[in-house]
């Protein structure tokens, strides 16, 4: 575990930024391979990234903490239905590695169904709960509105749209959105909680929010020379909303990503 474990650590954060770049091998690797933590944490990232797409678009204009709530159901069901049963459906479909390019998309469209089908069915009455204490006290509370995290409208490529192109600063104002989105329903949280319900060693737990600490520490956001914290950079948003150019602030996130990583992965 410790030879690898710091450098696999550092690409996983900044991969579970993004809801791009879903690895069909990852996961077929991850439902083969079930007892080897590090296909565990890539399986769980993949899924992670399919949920939170079809789970955006199902509770566009719910608060907050539905959307966090469905994603923590989606990626629990997801991850269950992967793993249960390791000579089911799936690798009866795929028994060999799904290399090319056909046999990845099949994989990934057939997740995705499932996702989509267990996003629509998970549990019907989330919407009427109060947000809980671990709620009140995450990003939930942000108060922004639903709609401007609309991924229909941002317009998320998967991996059956590999074509779409997007003018440079499109791509940074989407990819600076979904990176607050993706803060604003503790995406991080959700992930580690569904590691650790997979056995994932507490090693490895560990490891990751110590990195997340450090990038956070270290290479705080910083916009005109102000150091913010997640939860500053939604009160900025909300300042910002008020005025024309308030796009420009998810360029910043985006340009933040990008140094971030470029510095802790070199």
């Avoid at 769980?44 to 923590?72: D, M, S, W, Y």
């Avoid at 956070?216 to 008020?242: C, D, H, Y």
Wanted: glycine fraction near 6%; aromatic fraction near 10%; charged fraction near 30%.
């Amino acid at each position: 575990m410790d030879r690898s474990l710091a450098q696999f650590v550092k690409s996983l954060y900044f991969e579970l930024q993004t809801v791009e770049d879903v690895k069909p091998l990852e996961i077929w690797n991850g439902i083969r391979e079930k007892l080897d933590p590090f296909e565990t944490a890539n399986l769980a990232k993949n899924l992670l990234k399919i949920a939170v797409p079809l789970v955006n678009e199902q509770c566009t204009g719910r608060p907050f903490h539905v959307h966090a709530r469905k994603t923590r159901q989606a990626l629990t069901a997801l991850m269950t239905w992967c793993r249960g049963d390791p000579e089911g459906m799936l690798i009866a479909e795929f028994p060999d590695p799904p290399t090319g390019d056909d046999g990845q998309k099949a994989l990934y469209r057939a997740v995705r169904d499932a996702a989509r089908g267990m996003v629509a069915s998970g549990d019907t009455r989330v919407d009427e709960r109060h947000p809980s204490e671990a709620e009140r006290r995450g990003t939930h509370r942000a108060m922004l509105p639903d709609g401007l995290f609309d991924f229909r409208e941002m317009r998320i490529v998967d991996n059956e749209l590999p074509f779409i192109i997007f003018t440079e600063k499109e791509y940074r104002v989407i990819h600076g959105m979904a990176i607050v989105y993706l803060w604003i329903i503790d995406a991080n949280e959700i992930y580690l909680d569904c590691l650790t319900r997979n056995g994932a060693p507490e090693q490895m737990i560990g490891a990751y929010r110590e990195f997340a600490a450090k990038v956070q520490s270290e290479s705080p956001l910083t916009i005109k020379g102000k150091a913010m914290s997640p939860r500053a950079l939604l009160g900025r948003i909300r300042e910002k909303l008020a005025e024309p150019d308030y796009m420009d602030i998810f360029e910043d996130v985006h340009r933040w990503f990008e140094q971030a990583r470029n510095r802790f992965t070199s």
